[in-house]
């Protein structure tokens, strides 16, 4: 399994991604799901991937070998952040039906979706959501993040956190909390964990986290968070059991 | 979808449900999930069920009807906990199967699972997870609760708040946060919320508590909560982004 999110708000992109890979659970592997691509000038995208790994690859691959043989569509090629979606739909969609054929063992899935989020030029920053089938969705204001994969254990921290106008920082924080909750939980998602930190419109080049499993800041956001939820849990008002109030009635 | 959760741990035992049912996303309804058997002698029982609500109603039935018609084998008459685990899950499968047959409509599914706990006299008080199967799994003194449903969003506050030594009330109120995330983020999960407390080897009643979705404690709660997770979260030690530390290699 996998869990991965992005971010887009108001400053800029975020993205976070862990690194296990498994097929079966005594198969288990490591590899990045985050790629970026920043040979192209005035141009920066992320792909965060989840699913089949052989497809994930394989639209990696074309998309870097597209960009270097001077393909027509290309990412150095697209106009907006919309096409650049739509072409790795494509190219997702073409690998998968590949090798998604009817003759397929059962069992075997081919697909993969993408979280794929950049920019262009002055034109907004964006992200979005790459489906199997080569479609796209782009998030709202109200919820600014995308998630893949095992998105339910890290999503409430995310729901109260992450705004328009939250930090880079703050959205970074969220995101290494989210994944840390995620870890705790299920053993399918592990380190390292990648950060990918994108300020919109600006000459900084964007930073990109490592994290091993044993990486300080990693270790110090994990015992602060217990110890915060901890005192966060305690000091909630107490439970009051309302006095001889039993209602045992038969439904 | 539904939410429950129950925990076994040294002084008793904890149930919390949701009350929301849906067929299909426009088909929502209302209906408790947490069922009592405290008709017979020196017994305890609560049953929380998810899944088929007509199969979940029949083997409420079946519970009820065996008792009162003084059936040969019911929670009456079992001998041990694990008997009447047994005796619901053969329960359960009956009714699955009465229904469930190969002529089904595509998309029915006729099966139900359920948390069942509770003490018969001075045995030790115990909770199983009752599958559609008949079978049935206890919690461990690890992690001693059990959860049905849509369980992931609130799964992280119970792994490191319940323990076998935690008070009943911090598990009720542990059980209401996870609730709260769980609605929080989950449309198909909601009020009202019921709560039962045994005390074990008691001669107290078991407490029972239905909050309505504005119950004041209720309210209180997720209002303290959203605050105190804010704190938590701003009190973490800032992300410091490493000065220069541009890792952007092809990978």
């Known amino acids: 399994m996998t869990y991965c999110l992005a971010a887009c708000v108001d400053a800029g992109l975020v993205f976070v991604s862990d690194s296990r890979t498994n097929a079966g659970i005594d198969r288990l592997g490591v590899h990045s799901k985050m790629h970026a691509f920043t ?9 965060l991937s989840a699913g089949n790994l052989a497809t994930t690859q394989a639209v990696v691959a074309e998309l870097r070998r597209d960009v270097r043989e001077g393909a027509r569509t290309s990412l150095a090629t697209v106009g907006r952040l919309r096409d650049a979606a739509d072409y790795v739909g494509s190219l997702n969609r073409k690998i998968v039906e590949k090798y998604g054929n009817d003759d397929s063992e059962e069992g075997f899935n081919p697909s993969a979706d993408f979280i794929f989020g950049g920019q262009i030029g002055d034109n907004p920053h964006a992200l979005f959501h790459v489906y199997a089938q080569g479609n796209y969705i782009s998030p709202t204001a109200l919820v600014p993040f995308l998630q893949l994969g095992e998105q339910k254990y890290g999503r409430p921290i995310l729901d109260r956190i992450i705004q328009m106008r939250s930090s880079l920082a703050t959205v970074a924080l969220c995101g290494l909390v989210s994944m840390d909750s995620t870890m705790r939980s299920n053993a399918s998602v592990g380190p390292p964990i990648e950060v990918m930190i994108y300020r919109a419109s600006s000459s900084a080049p964007p930073v ?5 499993e044993d990486h300080p800041y990693l270790r110090t956001i994990r015992e602060s968070w217990a110890v915060n939820l901890r005192r966060a849990f305690d000091d909630l008002p107490p439970l009051s059991l ?10």
Chains 1, 2 share one sequence.
């Open 39 to 47: 040979d192209t000038e005035g141009r920066f995208f992320t792909l």
């Open 208 to 212: 990109h986290i490592v994290y091993a």
């Open 242 to 251: 309302p006095e001889g109030d039993v209602r045992l009635v038969e439904k």
